[in-house]
């Protein structure tokens, strides 16, 4: 067995670069934060989504304070959660892109208005609707606690992965083995 590189974290500039070299190797999947209402809309691609709690139903998001996102957030105390499919990985790339603004990013896709305002993006695997529960500030971001107001599955289960600096499709009817490497237990496939 190869051994690993080791890299001590120093008070240099390098730390940051450091860390998100060594988070890069945790997939995840990817997600579309959305927030605001009306014409005033944003959003933002993330694979900082996590489950909280099934009783009662409370999901986690970590967004960085700097993101058009996290005002809108904190405004409207609600928020959307769009669970992307392998075939939107497009989608994912256009809600990064630094150049495109607020409403800029929906041109040309598929949305809708939820029950409370937010924005959902068609074609996900899931969307939920979530309110505000708390934001806890630490250090460049805000960790968004998320009660469900509503949620919608798609019927597919086709998902988007996001690893190693670049998008993997992963389809359960072909790719078993991607799914194996990646540690996503399918307890009733294997």
Not at 177 to 186: H, K, N, Y
């Amino acid at each position: 067995m190869a051994k690993a590189d080791v890299h001590l974290v120093d008070e240099t500039n390098e730390v940051e670069q450091q860390f998100r070299s060594v988070m890069r190797r945790l997939a995840g999947g990817v997600s579309i934060i959305t927030a605001g209402q009306g014409n005033d809309i944003t959003g933002m691609t993330v694979t900082s989504l996590t489950s909280l709690s099934a009783s009662p139903p409370r999901l986690l998001v970590s967004i960085n304070r700097q993101a058009s996102s996290f005002p809108l957030i904190d405004r409207y105390r609600v928020f959307g959660v769009n669970i992307l499919g392998s075939d939107q990985h497009e989608i994912a790339g256009r809600f990064s892109n630094g150049r495109l603004k607020g409403s800029q990013r929906f041109e040309g896709i598929d949305w809708f208005p939820g029950s409370s305002g937010v924005p959902l993006l068609g074609h996900s695997l899931a969307t939920i609707e979530c309110q505000v529960e708390e934001i806890i500030e630490r250090h460049s971001h805000g960790i968004v606690v998320g009660s469900l107001l509503s949620f919608e599955l798609a019927p597919r289960l086709s998902g988007l992965v996001y690893w190693n600096g670049q998008y993997i499709e992963i389809d359960p009817d072909n790719d078993l083995d991607l799914l194996a490497e990646v540690s996503i237990p399918l307890p009733h496939v294997r």
